[in-house]
């Protein structure tokens, strides 16, 4: 398991899957081709933004009703899972991606209430 987001060691080694990822990503994306994988896959966790929008919540809040879409699709699980699809690699790639990148930056799971964990 890596660690903690909070922390600098956590960050690091986030950045250094990301760039795994990255690099792998790639290989595929010149071997197969499927670049439409990698955009749709990349951005389809933060979809679950759109569904957390709403009027009366804190800067950075997400609706509570968002939360739960919000942290399946910002766990790893999914991607792993993707990954032995046959023909979705690259999407699994991108996806987990994604997650990594929000790792390296500081962006973790939601509280129920809608805020970052600390």
Known sequence: MLAAIS???GRIAYAALAATLLTAAIV???RDGAVWQFFAFGAAPDLALFVGIGSGLA???LHPRAVPLYNALHRFIGPIVLAFVPGLLLGALAWALHIAI???V???LRTPDGHQRP
């Open 106 to 108: 500081g962006y973790g």
């Open 7 to 9: 922390t600098p060691t």
């Open 59 to 61: 800067k950075g809040q």
């Open 28 to 30: 595929v994306m010149t």
């Open 102 to 104: 929000d790792r390296t």
